[in-house]
């Protein structure tokens, strides 16, 4: 954590600097005013001890998952998934509601089959990483090179991998900032290719999970035009450990794979959105973001069903609150934020016009788990507005991390068009347990865990949406970018 | 747990019975004596204490469950688990390894499907218990009725379950004794039977676990020859979740489901026994029983390969000690405990003759957790050498529990022939987050709670080995049973 003491610095320098600009010996007009009011704070704390009671987003939670289930872009579950949603938004009493088409690629999984055949026949659990090609028919069968990470597959000699199976070891690291994520998932995006140019038949890889289930996690292939494609497939960490324990005994290991997964025409899916008109400049917004696509293994309970109906839930407590902000609360539910990002690349293209009416994103995609802390990006001199954001999160626990919020990864996609964002920090300790897997769904889901959460967005986005200045354009650059990539 | 002081007062008794006899007064030969001398306690404190330093029991677990595996009776699987046991006696110093031929059942798992159609489409986590026949090639397709329990099924008007599929809701409760069991797993083993006999086409029961992973339980099916066989089928418990919820709507549930199991003619298995022999009276026996094949979806880790580890580890600790007990330790690896007891009964038949040289029974069948109490099955005057053993694993945390013990599932069909037996009680409460699944798995043992199990095991059976008198013929009828069906 940054010292507080530091970031109050830098607020009350942001201070000074304004006080010595021209008009700064007058009190500013309200309509630019950077910091909220003692009113203004007590309503946001209305509004969080509401949601504290509140569980509209359990209940649409507990709905999405049975009613529409798995929801891969440009699946029928993502089809039903848009359907359920904007449903959900009209019946919430959102305004503006409507579906914004997205072209989404159409990747669909089949069916996929690992048994180690020497020196002791075993089945494996596996599944085929999102966007691997098919095995041949026949399948492959060759001999398993250990590897730990893509660095170790650099200093290999090519010959050693020609022809065989890369298995790729490197295990997740457990953290409550997720970090273990970032430097695990490398191999599963790139793997393949970098296995694929030195002459491998096909990767399988540790999933990239801190869980000791036989359910292994899937994802995204990061896969470029000039790559050499092979198949990829992930094996659950008690799986890797018994091909390790094979591999451990010196004896060749062989092993043979099928996998049916395949590759069809891109197709539409669709941003489903909403809005909560503001009072006084309804031009203005503040975007609530989470994705409303899943992987297919699960009924994306944390990812992202509970980043949508968290986000639902708080916009909607904000319309029923007694006062309304005085900007547009708008919730955006990307489209396959999974396999791309291209709901959020296509709202930002569409919507780039329209950058400088967008006073503040957030998303929420990092499943329904313990607030911890705060991080913004925005000028220096709205961070003692952020900091009184923050102090109505205190109770909850929720401290103030810094100014170098990424957005996360839809939302994310809004920084470059210098839109300013907060990011809430939640325990993930436990979220790479079930992320991508088929163990996503409702029961790990705690409800009191999800109240918690929408009264952190709903506070934040009823004070963004009401501080009279906004909060200007996003810094560019971080010194550092915290949190870790999601997807 | 009774008390401790009535206990003592049972072994007391006892033994001023004893002083009423005939030859009471004076010291009793060595051959007769009912209780352990300092010295023998001190080699038994020196057994439980080497055997806490030795990983031979995990090392033997690794061994089964990564060479070997998934191992039902009558597979590759299972005779590779015997062809590996008789090598792993052999070369660990064992006597009289030998294979026994046991007849066992064949029952082949295939492919299983269960679907929602309506109200919301969803794909269930499914597999088929242990026994289940096959629905017809195109499945079946019925509205589902959901039951508590066999009770509930009862007052039910047949005319709501003919041409349904029964789905069997109740949760298994978890327990350090695992007593949620025996409760839970009656819809299991006789839910087909009596829902078919009621015209229902299939039944659906709520996995028989108490975990909320995505990994349905297996198990076997109680089935008489009279029995109408109908489908049977293990969702796991978010699965069962999920259809509730569907139920709960209201609306009609409709479930498509396919399954491809089938049964072929009987076929061999093979008892595994190996002995560590005598010093004095190499005749007489304390048999260490563990099950040698396992379920088919996860590796038998926990079950019974844990056992198989412990019991073998426990026998060549005895054989490795500096002075070894009377009577010889045999080792029995039985053959299909999960489908029928087949090894079991067949050890029962064929060593019937020398029931009376059978001292005692033991087995090791509920995985590696941490060992409670102790349970015994044995003549009252022989409390008092039980207590004495109970004393040497004290320090471990053992209790003395009663003279209830069944023997378990195997060495309990040795009971009836008037085998004495004890039980080790072990904190079952995560035992059944795993059993009969596929995360039954190496990765989930712990090597120190092997080790205790080894140490207990090892004390138990040299000390058994050694009494002078031995145990007399186990009491025939228990006032209670308190040890719950562990199948």
């Known amino acids: 954590m940054r010292s507080r003491a530091g970031l109050l610095g830098i607020g009350l320098l942001a201070l000074s600097e304004a006080a010595c600009a021209p008009v700064a010996r007058a009190a500013p007009p309200a309509s630019t005013a950077l910091t909220f009011t003692d009113d203004q704070l007590a309503r946001a704390r209305e509004v969080r001890d509401r949601a504290l009671q509140d569980d509209t987003a359990y209940e649409l939670l507990r709905s999405l998952t049975s009613r529409v289930g798995p929801r891969l872009a440009g699946t029928p579950g993502d089809a039903a998934a848009v359907a359920w949603a904007l449903e959900q938004l009209r019946a919430l009493g959102f305004q503006n509601v409507r579906a914004e088409r997205v072209k989404v690629p159409s990747w669909r999984r089949g069916e996929c089959r690992v048994e180690l055949l020497s020196p002791w026949p075993q089945t494996c659990a596996a599944v085929a990483l999102g966007g691997s090609p098919a095995t041949p028919a026949a399948g492959i069968e060759a001999e398993v090179v250990p590897v730990t990470n893509l660095d170790e597959l650099a200093r290999i000699d090519s010959s050693r991998l020609a022809g065989r199976i890369v298995f790729f070891t490197g295990r997740m690291n457990r953290a409550t900032d997720g970090s273990?994520?970032?430097?695990?998932?490398?191999?599963?995006?790139?793997?393949?290719?970098?296995?694929?140019?030195?002459?491998?038949?096909?990767?399988?890889?540790?999933?990239?999970?801190?869980?000791?289930?036989?359910?292994?996690?899937?994802?995204?292939?990061?896969?470029?035009?000039?790559?050499?494609?092979?198949?990829?497939?992930?094996?659950?960490?008690?799986?890797?450990?018994?091909?390790?324990?094979?591999?451990?005994?010196?004896?060749?290991?062989?092993?043979?794979?099928?996998?049916?997964?395949?590759?069809?025409?891109?197709?539409?899916?669709?941003?489903?959105?909403?809005?909560?008109?503001?009072?006084?400049?309804?031009?203005?917004?503040?975007?609530?973001?989470?994705?409303?696509?899943?992987?297919?293994?699960?009924?994306?309970?944390?990812?992202?069903?509970?980043?949508?109906?968290i986000m639902t839930a708080a916009a909607r407590l904000i319309g029923e609150a007694k006062s309304r902000p005085k900007r547009t609360i708008r919730v955006v539910l990307f489209a396959n934020e999974e396999f791309g990002l291209s709901g959020a690349r296509a709202y930002a293209r569409e919507h780039a016009a329209e950058a400088g009416l967008h006073v503040l994103g957030m998303e929420s995609d990092l499943g329904a788990y313990l607030p911890l802390g705060l991080r913004s990006r925005v000028p220096a001199d709205r961070l003692p507005a952020i900091r009184q954001m923050q102090s109505v999160l205190a109770p909850l626990g929720v401290e103030y991390r810094g100014n170098d919020a990424s957005g996360d990864a839809d939302v994310g996609q809004l920084v470059p068009l210098g839109i300013p964002v907060c990011d809430l920090d939640t325990d993930a300790s436990e979220y790479f347990d079930l992320h991508h897997t088929a163990n996503d769904t409702f029961d790990k889901v705690d409800p009191l865990l999800v109240r918690k959460n929408v009264a952190c967005y709903a506070v934040l986005a009823w004070l963004a949406a009401d501080l009279p200045a906004g909060f200007g354009r996003a810094p560019a650059a971080p010194a550092t970018t915290a949190t870790p990539a999601r997807r």
């Open 180 to 309: 273990g994520y970032g430097r695990a998932v490398t191999v599963r995006s790139r793997g393949a290719a970098e296995a694929g140019r030195r002459g491998a038949l096909a990767i399988v890889i540790r999933s990239v999970g801190t869980d000791r289930n036989r359910l292994p996690h899937t994802g995204a292939m990061r896969q470029d035009s000039s790559d050499t494609r092979i198949p990829a497939l992930a094996l659950s960490n008690p799986d890797a450990d018994m091909l390790e324990d094979q591999l451990a005994s010196g004896r060749p290991v062989r092993m043979r794979m099928t996998n049916t997964s395949s590759w069809a025409d891109s197709t539409w899916s669709a941003n489903v959105i909403g809005e909560i008109p503001g009072r006084e400049r309804p031009r203005e917004l503040v975007v609530l973001g989470a994705h409303l696509d899943s992987w297919d293994l699960g009924t994306g309970a944390h990812d992202d069903g509970a980043g949508v109906a």
